[in-house]
Structures are given as C-alpha cells and as structure tokens.
C-alpha cells in the first residue's frame, strides 16, 4: 500500500496539483487553509481524496471566526488572510472543516495509526520541533505503529521507541529558506520525504483575485518565493517572531 501523507496546504492550490504521485490512500494533518489565495480549489481536493484529515489551528480559525491578534510576521498574515478565505467559502466547506476531527486513530494494512496536527497533548496549537525526547513524552501510552504530525512546517521522520513520528512538512507554506512543496510517502512501510518544484508564481499571480490587502499580498509573494519571510526592517525571520509571539500568547493564557 502506497501512503501520500500531507499536511499544512494553506490554500496553495498550485502546490497542491503539482504532486502527482500514485497512491492508495492519502491522509491529510491539516491546515487545509488560511495564507494563500485558493481555498476552495484545496478543499475540493482534500474531500475527494482523502481517506482521513484531521482539523489544524486554521482550519479551526477559520471554521469558527476566531479573531486574530498580533502584527509580526505570520501572526499578520493569518489576520489578513482569514477573513478573506471565511468569505470565499460555503457554508458546507467552513462545515466541513468545523466538522474534522483534532485526532484520529486507524488501522490501515494491518499498522495502527495516530494523526494529530500539532501533539497529542495540544492537539490544534502546540509546537513540539523533532526532538525524540519531546516526542517519547507526547506519545507514551498510545500503542501505535505511526504518528502523523504536522503543524511546525519541519519536514522529519524519526524513530521514537517502537513508533514511527512523521512530519510531512508544509505542502504549500514554507519557513525555511527552501521554496519547494513538501510531502511524505509510506510505501510499503518505507517511508520517503519529498520535496519537489511547483510553479509558485501561479500562487503569487492567484493572490491577484484575492481581497488581500497590499501588506499581505506583497509578504506572502515574498514567502512563496523565497521559502521564508524576513521582516523588512528588522530582518528577522518570520518563524522565529512567530514563535516568540506565540510563547507569550501561551504565557498569558
Ligand atoms: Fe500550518
């Protein structure tokens, strides 16, 4: 059995239809939107497609209207994007994703499996990096072959006692420098982490048709291209301001 795993879409329908993989069974951790320009287009897909899919923090964002606060990096980003992706969907597709589970456990070929977007323990919004460590504490006590995480945009796959922690890395916003659409395959019990080239300009062109405003459009383009964003005065990378706003947020609450 041929397993295509991807996780963290973000509307990037470009990104999405350049894999072109054969597979059986395609599981998605989440984040189907939010960022990019083409919701509806990534939904479709998903729901077709995918035998399981749990729900990510944007997913949930925008399921429930959550408001947005902070203005660094892609803190601003999902601001200025969320209530632009709530007005190009339906009802039955903000259903949809209100309607994902946080965590899903299944047999597939005889391999148990966990798929969470964040961890276990915080299942929309924890950032566990690929640390064995971490990992072995998030998921003692679940007897299972593979866990499927995405949330972080790291690209990994790691042994973790008996267990098998996949991250497939974002398929369509990327963090680290590196512009490539990310994903994972399980075939036959070989796992394989891909990277492969799609044509991000028709991502950046799509963000055209959106109500994004200009700051947005201008950051995101810069993301698309560069794999990364770096705020334009300070020169700090955008995954690090993230986290830091972040780790206050959950320090306040
Ligand atoms: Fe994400």
């Not at 006692?161 to 991250?167: A, L, P």
């Not at 990310?182 to 891909?194: M, S, T, V, W």
């Not at 698309?224 to 700090?236: D, I, L």
């Amino acid at each position: 059995m041929r397993i295509l795993i991807i996780s963290d879409i973000h509307s990037n329908w470009p990104a999405l239809a350049a894999v072109q993989e054969p597979f059986d069974v395609c599981l998605c951790v989440g984040d189907l939107v939010e960022y990019g320009p083409q919701p509806i287009e990534v939904i479709q897909w998903v729901r077709e497609r995918a035998l399981h899919c749990v729900r990510g923090n944007h997913d949930h964002g925008t399921a429930q209207n959550i408001d947005v606060f902070g203005v660094g990096g892609f803190r601003y980003l999902t601001m200025a994007t969320r209530h632009s992706t709530i007005e190009l969907l339906n009802a039955d597709d903000r259903r949809y994703l209100a309607d994902l589970p946080t965590v899903k456990l299944f047999t597939l070929a005889g391999k148990r499996y966990l798929m969470v977007h964040a961890s276990p323990r915080d299942p929309l919004d924890e950032y566990v990096p690929a640390d064995a460590a971490q990992w072995a504490t998030r998921i003692a006590g679940f007897a299972v072959d593979y866990v499927l995480v995405g949330h972080t945009h790291q690209q990994f796959s790691m042994d973790v006692g008996k267990t098998k922690v996949i991250n497939p890395g974002s398929l369509g916003l990327q963090r680290d420098g590196n512009p490539m659409a990310r994903y994972a395959i399980i075939d036959n019990g070989q796992i394989e982490l891909k990277q492969i080239e799609y044509d991000y300009e028709a991502t950046v062109a799509a963000l055209g048709n959106t109500s994004f405003d200009l700051k947005a459009k201008q950051m995101l383009a810069d993301v698309y291209r560069t794999g990364r964003y770096v705020h334009p005065t300070t020169g700090v990378n955008g995954h690090t301001e993230m986290n830091g706003s972040y780790a206050k947020v959950k320090a306040i609450a």
